[in-house]
């Protein structure tokens, strides 16, 4: 894999964005946090990524609405998410897939499906 990326994990639980950082970050990534879709929409005002990963239920503004907000910004539009949740039901996949989301994984995740997930996708 090249050089490592800069990721923004969007979740509301500060320990859920401290194992994921861990993980990303012990791969090589940059890592920015965000702990809601409003705050991580401010951040992406500021700075690109090239990649996002983001909890589904979250106070202020859940995963969805936030992806839904990020593809119609110009920086946001083509950034590849991975929606990292406890949702597994087809219904909501299907939902985040026609939002754009990229990839699905489910809470208590496996980090090297997560870092693996992440060299798939943020190329």
Same mark, same amino acid.
């Given at each position: 894999m090249k050089a490592g990326k800069k990721i923004l994990i969007v979740d509301d639980s500060p320990s859920i964005r401290q194992v994921v950082k861990l993980n990303l970050a012990s791969a090589g990534h940059e890592v920015t946090e965000a702990g809601n879709g409003v705050e991580a929409l401010a951040i992406l005002g500021s700075a690109n990524f090239d990649l996002i990963v983001s909890d589904l239920n979250m106070p202020k503004m859940d995963g969805f609405s936030f992806v839904g907000r990020l593809r119609?910004?110009?920086?946001?539009?083509?950034?590849?998410?991975?929606? +990292?949740?406890?949702?597994s039901t087809? &219904?909501?996949?299907?939902?985040?897939? =026609?939002?754009?989301?990229?990839?699905? +994984?489910?809470?208590?995740?496996?980090? &090297?499906?997560?870092?693996?997930?992440? =060299?798939?996708?943020?190329?």
């Amino acid at each position: 894999m090249k050089a490592g990326k800069k990721i923004l994990i969007v979740d509301d639980s500060p320990s859920i964005r401290q194992v994921v950082k861990l993980n990303l970050a012990s791969a090589g990534h940059e890592v920015t946090e965000a702990g809601n879709g409003v705050e991580a929409l401010a951040i992406l005002g500021s700075a690109n990524f090239d990649l996002i990963v983001s909890d589904l239920n979250m106070p202020k503004m859940d995963g969805f609405s936030f992806v839904g907000r990020l593809r119609e910004t110009i920086t946001g539009k083509f950034v590849p998410v991975i929606m +990292l949740t406890t949702e597994s039901t087809e &219904d909501k996949k299907l939902q985040g897939m =026609a939002l754009g989301v990229r990839a699905w +994984l489910v809470k208590p995740f496996q980090p &090297d499906r997560l870092i693996s997930a992440v =060299a798939r996708l943020a190329v």
